[in-house]
Structure formats: C-alpha cells, structure tokens
C-alpha cells in the first residue's frame, strides 16, 4: 500500500495521536508532535478567505506516518500582483526515528509543492537541521533573517542568560559584571554609543489599540510598494492575526501629526530555558515606510520596556528596519530564523542577492504565532 | 519500455547522481546508487516534471523504486496527457 497524502480530517486524530506516541516512544523531542485536532485552531478557513491554515497527513494503509501544515497568505509582489503563497511549517515525518520512513519528508514537500507552487519556509531552528539542509539541495533560494535583541535590564541578562553562560569561566564573567555593575556599565555605554550615532527620529505619538481599523488600509497601501515583496498587512488581515481576543499582545498605532506612519504588535514571549527567568517581549510585528522604521521600532521598544521587559528581541528582513534596530540600541546577534523560497517563488524575486534585503519578513511570518513568537 | 524515454531518464539520472549514463540500468536503485537518497529522489521527480512536462504526485514518487520503474510512471503520464 502506497503512502497517500490527504487533507487531515476529524477521523485521522486517533492515528494522528498513535503517531506521536510513536515519535515520543522512538526518542523525538518532546516538542516534536503533530497537531491533535484536524481543524486548525489557529486561522481555520473560514468563509473562503484568502488567510487560512490546513493540515495534510501522510497515511500508509490507515497508519499516519507524517504530516505538516499549509498557511495560505496573499503576499504582494514585485509585479504589482498580490498572489497567495504558501508557508510550509510544522512538518513532521516518522523518518526521525524510524529509517524505514525516511522518505516521508520528501513525498510531504512535494504534496505542497504540488498544492502551492509559490511556498516557503521560515524560522526551521537553523541551517543545521534536515529541512534546510534539503531545501539547499533541491534549490531553493535562502538566506537568514537577522536578529537583533537589546538588554533592558543587564543585571538580570548577566544571570539568567543561559544560552551564554556556557562554561565556567563566561558564567563568572557574567555573575562578576553583574555584581560590580561593570556589565550594566558596558551594556548602557554600547546601547548609548548607538543611539548617539543615530539619526534623530521625529517625535511621534503612539496609541495602543484593541484591534486594528480601516487606518491600516491606506498605510499599507503606501508602504507595500517599497518592498520586493511583504506578506499583505491591510485591516483585514491584521485583524485575523491579531484579534482582539489575544490579550498577551500590543497593538500599537504610531502617528506623526495627523498622519499614520506605522503600526506594531509587540508581546511577551512564552518562557524559555536559555532566557532563564527573564522576561522577554518580541517585536512580533511591523509596518511602515521603511524610512518610517526608526519611528516604529523606538515606539515598539518603549512599549516592551514600559512594560517591564528584561530583554526585546526582534527578526527582521529588511535592511531599513536593520537599521532601525541598531539605531535603537539593538545588538546583532547569530541568526537561526531562517528564510527559504521555492524556485517558482524565487524567480519572481530575481535577483534574490539583491532582493533578500528588500523583503519584509517578521516573526510573524513564520512559525512561532500565535504564541511562540 | 520505450528506449527513448529510458535513454531520457538515464540521463536526467546521470547528472543528478554524477555517474556516467552507461553506468544506469533498469535495476538502478537506492540500493545501489550511493547518492540517490530521499533528497536526490525528490530532485529527479523535480527534474523529470520539468523536462517532460507533467506534475508527479507523492503516491507516484513512491512508485519509483528504480529506474525501469522511473520509466514505466513516466510513459503512463505521458500516455495519460496525450489520451
């Protein structure tokens, strides 16, 4: 019996848990389990809109051995059209502890590739692990996505910064500059030097807002040209993304004058071992002209920091917000967020090397909503 | 088996796993081209939709144990475009 890729339905969630169970049993890691219910939680398809979610299972004679999930979005691109591209996530094969299923991850990448020729993947933890290593292979154009991450409270990132404290020597390195304020100094002095080097950012006035309204539309009607390409961002959508409902985050709407110039969704990240105890907040989301970005990024940081954040991190694609972020005290650290487009995909973003640093691309476009952003 | 179509394959195949084409026969298989692994299979469904044409489905991919078998999902589609 052939392995069969199907839509996910209600009937597969018993042999979707015996999947997991297997995964578990075989030594996956514990985060490693395929959604139990077939009918997404997160952007279900509602009404024939064009921002949906669906999951497809690969089911070898009733058995599922692998499944993953298809986020459908319209994106502006650089012809002018705005075409729906797939977001390829949460793909999840057997193969990770059985050989005998290796094969399952290509057959379910080339069921998406079947269903939606422009796809892409986002985030995927690094180059190091199988999914990028495959799409290099097959092709696909890629490149990271820079993060950034700015100290708010450097005592307690000289403590709870496990993903630092690695060795012996570096932990008493940190718990010394902790202690003598020596860290705090050196950390407030490069954020300082930053900011004295940067560009004056107009003053503007930053409202939170319960959900966004039809002010989005015009503004994102003005920005989205000055991107290669952007995932839409206009009222509709940001109200499917972000809706009022999801209190763990900000919704900002930034003004000079009369004038919207942008808009931001700012949250607390979910904890996490190599942040310790710290609290981290994440500039999930942004929009603006990119000569707009400073203005926004200065709006996102106050909130995070009003709100009692340790540390804000942030990954962002395009060079403007790059610079946004380091003229705003941020530090440029590894990046494990990646971004891979197919080819069909890439061939409207040619050339690629140019382009890569004039798209826009957020943690909200990638695998971590709606909480782990 | 239509020696055209298999002449075809095997030199799709051949560049894809960079081993001469005389080296490639019916019975080529994962078992016994080192390189034709989960990736490198994927690759050559990739390459042979793009020079013949046609979309393959995963189910078909699986059909693809070896070469001869490559071949015979091959003329099938062929012959299901052209009916």
Redesign the interface.
């Known amino acids: 019996m052939?392995?069969?890729?199907q839509p996910y339905r209600p009937e597969h969630e018993p042999a979707v848990q015996e999947f997991n169970a297997r995964l578990k049993n075989g030594g996956a890691e514990s985060d490693l389990v395929f959604y139990r219910y077939a009918e997404p939680r997160w952007l279900p398809q509602v009404d024939y809109g064009h921002l949906y979610n669906e999951y497809f299972v690969?089911l070898d004679n009733g058995v599922v051995r692998g499944g993953y999930a298809l986020k459908h979005q319209p994106f502006s691109l650089p012809d002018g059209s705005v075409r729906s591209v797939g977001y390829y996530h949460h793909p999840l094969s057997e193969?990770i502890v059985n050989k005998s299923y290796?094969?399952v991850?290509?057959?379910?990448?080339?069921?998406a590739m079947?269903r939606t020729p422009l796809l892409y993947c986002l985030g995927m933890g690094g180059y190091d692990n199988p999914l990028p290593?495959?799409l290099i292979?097959?092709?696909w154009s890629h490149c990271a996505v820079p993060f950034y991450f700015k100290v708010v409270n450097p005592t307690r990132f000289l403590r709870q910064m496990y993903a630092l404290r690695t060795s012996t020597t570096r932990r008493l390195l940190m718990d010394l500059g902790a202690i003598t304020g020596g860290g705090w100094a050196a950390l407030k002095t490069l954020e300082a030097v930053k900011k004295l080097r940067a560009p004056h950012a107009p003053k503007v006035a930053v409202e939170e807002v319960e959900e966004f309204g039809e002010w989005v539309d015009p503004l994102w009607q003005q920005s989205k040209d000055q991107y290669v390409t952007s995932a839409v961002r206009d009222c509709e959508t940001l109200r499917l993304l972000y809706p009022a409902s999801d209190k763990h985050l900000m919704r900002l709407r930034i003004r000079r004058g009369s004038e919207d110039i942008g808009l931001a969704v700012v949250g607390e990240r979910r904890k996490d071992a190599k942040y310790g105890s710290m609290r981290v907040g994440s500039i999930v989301d942004c929009l603006a002209s990119p000569d707009d970005s400073l203005a926004v990024i200065r709006a996102a940081s106050d909130a995070l920091k009003q709100s009692k954040m340790d540390l804000i991190v942030s990954n962002q694609s395009h060079s403007a917000w790059c610079r946004a972020l380091e003229n705003s005290g941020f530090m440029r650290a590894e990046s494990n967020f990646i971004f891979a487009a197919s080819k069909k995909l890439a061939a409207l973003l040619e050339p690629f090397e140019q382009s890569k640093s004039r798209i826009h691309f957020t943690r909200a476009d990638g695998d971590g909503l709606p909480r782990n952003f | 088996m239509t020696s055209n179509i298999f002449e075809q394959v095997r030199s799709i195949a051949s560049d894809l796993f960079s081993i001469p084409s005389e080296r490639i026969t019916a019975e080529s298989s994962p078992e016994n081209i080192e390189a034709w692994?989960?990736?490198?299979?994927?690759?050559l469904?990739?390459a042979l939709e793009e020079a013949f044409d046609f979309?393959?489905?995963?189910?078909e991919?699986?059909?693809m144990r070896n070469i001869g078998e490559v071949v015979k999902v091959v003329e099938s589609k062929i012959s299901a475009t052209k009916s």
């Open positions: 052939p392995i069969v890729i690969a193969g290796a094969v991850g290509s057959f379910l990448l080339k069921d079947n290593k495959m292979r097959l092709g | 692994d989960s990736t490198q299979h994927l690759n469904v990739l979309q393959l489905s995963p189910e991919m699986e059909k």
